[in-house]
């Protein structure tokens, strides 16, 4: 897709302060520092439009991305991230469960897995909650570019056997760093807005 335009609209935590013009959204949902706002950067090409980190828990609201004015990119605060209180874990676990259970416009979610690192018990917990949620979702294995080429294979596997997945379920490897995978994503999010 041609991004023509791309600009940060808002931050929110509670329903009542995300847009109202029912425009579709793509959300991206994973880890704390598995890389949801670098590839949302990536995808649109606009390097520090979502802010980054090397330590987890950067993003911790919301925030909401308006695409060629037509739909959202939505980025989603990380979840398994230690040294958040207790109570403020409950809260953001409560918010993105609602978001992902009741937000109408929602159309896909790319949940991202660390391709270095079998997917752990907090990423089976989005799973469930996305199948609940019955929201369309893609798997996107995450950082291919730190795997060696031969380990790769092996590492989308792990995944697919972890998930208990058929053989033909996608998951889509993807870097940030390199690009890779990068236009076979985009095809799959421009099907679904
Ligand atoms: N090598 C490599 N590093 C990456 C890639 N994507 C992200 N990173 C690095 O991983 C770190 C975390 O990236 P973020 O995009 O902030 O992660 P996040 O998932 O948004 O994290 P939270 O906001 O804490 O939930 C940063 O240091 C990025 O530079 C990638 O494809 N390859
Ligand atoms: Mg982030």
Known sequence: MKVTSAEFIKSALLPKDFPRDGRPELA???RSNVGKSTLLNKLLNRRGLAKTSKTPGKTRTINFFSVNERF?????????FAKVPKDLKATWGDMIT????????L???????????????NDHELLELLDDAEVPTLLLATKIDKLKKSQRKASVETIRRDFELDEDALILPVSSETGEG?????QVLEENV
């Open 28 to 30: 991206f949902a994973g």
């Open 72 to 80: 959202y990119f939505v980025d989603l605060p990380g979840y398994g």
């Open 98 to 105: 609602a978001y992902l259970k009741e937000r109408e416009p």
């Open 107 to 121: 159309r896909l979610v790319a949940h991202l897995i660390d391709a270095r690192h079998p997917p752990t018990p």
């Open 182 to 186: 990068i236009k076979e994503l985009w």
